[in-house]
């Protein structure tokens, strides 16, 4: 099993900056991608950015440029760094993990709350 705990999240206004942090815990081995989800008013959860077990990444069009992935392996720890922030970002982000095994379904934390004023 693996916990994903959240934390980071909060108001900010447009222009600026926030960094998600996703602490990870239990069996991390276990775990091939980690990425970030973000759940927005009126839309369907939208996947903004992976990072795989190799390292590579990927980012949705529309935070490419403007947000980072990264891990820390000796925290256990995922980031999403989000610079230029606008109002569209406003939503829940979720972290998650992937696991190696095949038909293994994801792994949620709990979400955080991030909130961009005009």
């Known amino acids: 099993q693996v916990q994903l705990v959240e934390s980071g999240g909060g108001l900010v206004q447009a222009g600026g900056s926030l960094r998600l942090s996703c602490a990870v815990s239990?069996?991390?081995?276990?775990?091939?991608?980690m990425g970030w989800y973000r759940q927005t008013p009126g839309k369907q959860r939208e996947l903004v950015a992976t990072?795989?077990?190799?390292?590579?990444?990927n980012y949705a069009d529309s935070v490419k440029g403007r947000f980072t992935i990264s891990r820390d392996n000796a925290r256990n720890t995922v980031y999403l760094q989000m610079s230029s922030l606008n109002p569209e970002d406003t939503g829940v982000y979720y972290c998650?993990?992937?696991?190696?095994?095949?038909?293994?379904?994801?792994?949620w934390g709990q979400g955080t709350q991030v909130t961009v004023s005009s």
């Open positions: 998650y993990a992937k696991p190696l095994a095949l038909g293994r379904q994801n792994y």
């Open positions: 239990g069996d991390v081995f276990s775990i091939n991608a």
């Open positions: 990072r795989t077990r190799g390292g590579s990444t």
